[in-house]
């Protein structure tokens, strides 16, 4: 009698899912922070779908709202804050990113990466100074 490998039963929402950075910190003043880059990445077995949510559309346009990872490899996600205006200064907005399997529809994990738009990157480090320095979209870390 021949054992089929199976694989494990996954529980809706309980995967964890990789991406980085964690929070977008976007500059009025600095042009080059108004595009950013999250990458989602995939290290297990399997290949995944994605979804990029937000709650505030109108504010964001997201390259590849939707697509796949390969197993053992990552995307990059671009994301773009089209309404910098004074009045959205030091407003948190959320992006969640829903992951499930390729072949399934039900969500198996999600991550929730917060955006922001500051003033001005100088302001911003001079009330840092000495404490902890808000991470921007230059800095890239690997998770693997």
């Known amino acids: 009698m021949q054992q089929q490998k199976r694989q494990p039963e996954l529980v809706e929402g309980n995967l964890p899912v990789f991406v980085f950075p964690t929070e977008l910190i976007f500059y009025?003043?600095?042009q080059s922070t108004h595009k950013q880059v999250l990458t989602?990445?995939?290290?297990y077995e399997f290949a995944l779908k994605f979804?990029?949510?937000?709650?505030?559309?109108?504010?964001y346009a997201v390259v590849d709202a939707a697509g796949a990872v390969k197993p053992q490899c990552c995307v990059d996600i671009v994301i773009r804050h089209k309404d910098v205006r004074a009045s959205h200064f030091g407003v948190i907005d959320k992006?969640?990113?829903q992951v499930s399997?390729?072949?399934?529809r039900?969500?198996?994990?999600?991550?929730?990466?917060?955006?922001?738009?500051?003033?001005s990157a100088k302001e911003q480090?001079?009330?840092?100074?000495?404490g902890k320095k808000v991470q921007g979209a230059s800095s890239r870390k690997c998770l693997l």
């Open 28 to 30: 009025a003043d600095d």
């Open 40 to 43: 989602l990445y995939n290290p």
């Open 51 to 59: 979804k990029v949510l937000c709650t505030s559309p109108n504010k």
């Open 95 to 97: 992006f969640r990113l």
């Open 101 to 104: 399997e390729q072949s399934q």
């Open 106 to 119: 039900k969500a198996l994990g999600r991550k929730e990466v917060i955006a922001m738009l500051l003033p």
């Open 125 to 130: 480090q001079h009330k840092e100074r000495g």
